[in-house]
C-alpha cells in the first residue's frame, strides 16, 4: 500500500503521536484488503458507544486524550454517537448502575479530542451529510449503507477505532465502496408485493441480508407500487447491514446510482429473483409469540423520528399501558424535546410509556437489562433489533407501530 | 497424518497454534456471544453453548455492525476472547477489530475453510503468511 509524503511522514512520527498510532493501524487494515493508497476525507462519525467500547476503549481514549495537544491535532470533522443517558429511565431499566457515572470519562476525552458528541443514533436525521461522491468516513452501520445507498457518498464500515485513526490521519484506506468498480450491483432482486410499513420492508432487508451475507454483495432491488419514503429504505437498509453485513445497495429508479438496472449493473442485465409475500410472511412466522405475555415493548432502532412519536401519542391517547408491559420510545434528545413543545411526550408519559432520549435499546446493555427484569418476551417495529435481542435471550416478535401499541395496551402479543 | 497446509489471504496478528470450534455458520461478536461468560449465546448458532476463549474460531463469514472492532480489544483484555479468527470472508469491521486487539486473522482461503477444518482439529495460524496448518485432526 503506497504512502505519500505527508503519510509517510506521519508513520515517521513527524505529526504526532496520535496521528503515528493511526496511519500505521490504517495501513495493517488497508493492507489486509489490498487498498493502493488512501483517499482523503472531509467527515467522520464515530462510533463510540459505553456498551462496545467497554473499559478498554474508554482507557484508549483517555491515553489519546491525554496526550499533548500538538501530538493529537484532527485533520477532520468528527461527530460521536456517544450515547448520553437518560438517566431517569436507566434508574428503572437498569438499577444499581450509574451508566451516567461510567460514560462521563469518554464524554470528557471525546471532548478533548475534539470530536462533537451528538448523542443521536442514526446520523444521518442530525448530523450535516456528505454530498453525492464524497469520501467519508462513518461508523455507524446504518449510516454507512444510508450514505453508499441512499445519499451515494462512499465509505466503508470504518468501525470506532477505525474512524477515531481517520480522525487524525483525514484519510482512510482506498478499498471496497471507495472503488468505482465496487459499487456496481452483484445481484438482483425484485419484489412482487408492495411493502406496508416499515416493519416489512426491514423484513425485505433482511431476506436480502440472509441471503448474500457478505459485505462484499451489492443488491440492487425493483420494487413495485408506491415510492419508498426515506424511512422505508432506512428500515430495509439497515436490516440488510445487520443480517448480511451489508454496506452499498441500489433501488431501481429510486437511489443515485441506479437510474435504471443497467447503470445499476455495470451494463450488465441480470435476471432478479423474485421475493414474494410469501417470503415476509414466512419471517413474520419464524417469530410468533401471538397471545403470549408482553414484557416490554421496544420501538427503536432507528430512534424515532416526529410523525412516528405522533402516531404513537394518538394510539395512547387517554389510554393505559398493561401494568405487566414496558413501554419504550426511543429518540434522539433533540426530537425529544421538540415532541415535549407539543405535548407528545405528556401524553405518551400519561398512558404509562417512557420516551427515552440519546441512545438506542439494543446498544445499551439490553442482555443485563432483561436479566434485571426477567423479561422474555418483547415487540418491536425494527428487524434489526429483532435479530440483535433474540442474541441476548430475547423472544422478540416484529410488528408494526399500531400492533405493538395496541398489544402494550392489552399486556400480551395480540394478532 | 501429515501436516496439511491451507492458503488464505496475507493476515492480521502474531503465529498461534491451539484448538478450532468450527462451524458453518457466520459470526458477530455482539449477536452471537456472550462476552462475560465466553460462550456462543445464540440459540439458533450451531455453536451455541459452546465455550470459544482461547479456542481458534473457524467460521463463514462476518455479519453485522461496527460493535466488534472495540469488543474484540476488549474480550482479549479480559481475557474473554477466541485465540484466534478464520474466516471465509472477513469485513472491515472485523478486520479492523482484529488489529486495533492483535487478534490473529486470516480470512479468504482457497478452499471452504469451515469444512476444512473441524472442531478439535489442532491447528497454527500464520497471519504474515496467509498460512493455515493442521497439525492434527479430531
Known sequence: ????????????????????????????????????????????????????????????????????????????????????????????????????????????????????????????????????????????????????????????????????????????????????????????????????????????????????????????????????????LNHMALSMASYGSIAMFHVIGITPEAPNWATACGGKTPTPETISRTHLNEFYDEWGGTNEKLDVVALSTPQLDIPEIVQIAELLDGKKVHPDTTLLVYTPIEIKEACARIGLNQTIEKAGGRVVHGHDFFATFAKEIREAHGWERMMTHSVKMVNICEGYGYRPTPADIPRCIASALAGKVLP | MSEKIIKGHIGIGPTVEGIALAAADNFSTRYDLDRDRGIVSRPSHKLYGDNYVGRILVLNAAKGGVASAWMLREMVQKEKAPLGLLLNDANPVMAQGAAFAQLPLIDRFETDITAAIKSGDRIVVDPARGLVRILASA
Open chain 1, 1 to 232: 500500500m503506497k504512502l505519500n509524503e505527508t503519510e509517510q511522514a506521519m508513520l515517521d512520527g513527524t505529526h504526532g503521536k496520535a496521528a503515528q498510532w493511526a496511519i500505521g493501524y490504517q495501513w495493517s487494515v488497508g493492507t489486509f484488503f489490498d487498498a493502493e493508497d488512501f483517499v482523503p476525507v472531509r467527515m467522520i462519525h464515530a462510533s463510540t458507544d459505553r456498551e462496545t467500547m467497554g473499559d478498554s476503549g474508554v482507557a484508549f481514549l483517555e491515553e489519546l486524550a491525554a496526550l499533548p495537544s500538538e501530538e493529537r491535532r484532527p485533520r477532520a470533522f468528527a461527530t460521536a454517537d456517544f450515547r448520553g443517558f437518560d438517566e431517569e429511565t436507566f434508574r428503572f431499566l437498569l438499577p444499581g448502575r450509574d451508566l451516567a457515572g461510567e460514560s462521563a470519562e469518554a464524554v470528557v476525552a471525546l471532548g478533548k479530542l475534539g470530536v462533537v458528541t451528538s448523542h443521536a443514533y442514526v446520523n444521518d436525521h442530525s448530523v450535516t451529510a456528505p454530498g453525492f461522491g464524497e469520501a467519508c468516513g462513518y461508523s455507524g452501520t446504518p449510516s454507512v449503507v444510508y450514505m453508499n445507498g441512499i445519499v451515494g457518498a462512499r465509505c466503508n464500515f470504518e468501525a470506532g477505532p477505525s474512524s477515531l485513526a481517520a480522525f487524525f490521519t483525514g484519510r482512510v484506506p482506498r478499498y471496497g465502496f471507495h472503488l468505482d468498480e465496487k459499487r456496481l450491483a452483484t445481484h438482483a432482486f425484485k419484489l412482487d408485493f408492495e411493502p406496508e410499513t416499515v416493519v416489512d420492508w426491514g423484513i425485505v432487508g433482511a431476506l436480502i441480508g440472509r441471503k448474500l451475507n457478505s459485505y462484499w454483495s451489492v443488491p440492487a432491488l425493483e420494487v413495485t407500487g408506491a415510492r419508498p419514503t426515506i424511512l422505508d
